[in-house]
């Protein structure tokens, strides 16, 4: 796998973060709500907060939205929308202390095989992978930065 170059800590003092009842919330600017905040969902935050600073529209983000595959009820974390209902990219996030391995990459690659966005993005919050599909070939070609979505 083809590491990406991302920093997205520096996006952490734009997470609004409070406690109640002992518990720590995030607000999630896309769902407009307060989410209990996880390991995964802080890298989840971190990741709309980029995306948000790179131009996104929060029109075009749709956070853990429930898909049936194989006759399964699966939840992705993140996908991006080029133009109203085409995916664009498909995002898996993990807990910062889970592995990046070909298990994870194997369920993200699995997820699209329904959802069929052209790129796909698997990050666990310090290493940042992408891909884009090649439906022809059924293969992920590594990309060696975060593609244009405004192309």
Same mark, same amino acid.
């Given at each position: 796998m083809q590491r990406i170059d991302l $920093? /997205?800590? @520096?996006y952490k003092d734009d997470i609004r /973060?409070?406690?109640k009842h002992q518990r720590s919330w995030v607000f999630d600017p896309i769902r407009k709500k307060d989410i209990l905040l996880g390991p995964e969902q802080l890298v989840r935050q *971190? /990741?709309? @907060? =980029?995306?948000l600073d790179r131009g996104?529209? #929060?029109t075009q983000i749709a956070v853990e939205k429930e898909f049936r595959w194989n006759r399964m009820r699966r939840r992705f974390d993140i996908?991006? =929308?080029k133009h &109203?209902?085409?995916p664009w990219m498909l995002i898996e996030c993990k807990a910062a202390k889970i592995p990046l391995n070909q298990i994870a990459l194997d369920q993200l /690659?699995? !997820? $699209?095989i329904q *959802? #069929? &966005?052209? !790129?796909? !993005? *698997?990050? $666990?919050g310090i290493d940042h992978y992408i891909w884009e599909m090649d439906f022809e070939t059924n293969e992920a070609i590594a990309l060696n930065s975060f593609p244009d979505i405004t192309t």
């Amino acid at each position: 796998m083809q590491r990406i170059d991302l $920093n /997205i800590l @520096q996006y952490k003092d734009d997470i609004r /973060i409070k406690v109640k009842h002992q518990r720590s919330w995030v607000f999630d600017p896309i769902r407009k709500k307060d989410i209990l905040l996880g390991p995964e969902q802080l890298v989840r935050q *971190l /990741i709309i @907060q =980029f995306l948000l600073d790179r131009g996104v529209s #929060r029109t075009q983000i749709a956070v853990e939205k429930e898909f049936r595959w194989n006759r399964m009820r699966r939840r992705f974390d993140i996908m991006l =929308f080029k133009h &109203a209902e085409h995916p664009w990219m498909l995002i898996e996030c993990k807990a910062a202390k889970i592995p990046l391995n070909q298990i994870a990459l194997d369920q993200l /690659i699995d !997820y $699209n095989i329904q *959802l #069929r &966005a052209p !790129y796909l !993005y *698997l990050t $666990n919050g310090i290493d940042h992978y992408i891909w884009e599909m090649d439906f022809e070939t059924n293969e992920a070609i590594a990309l060696n930065s975060f593609p244009d979505i405004t192309t």
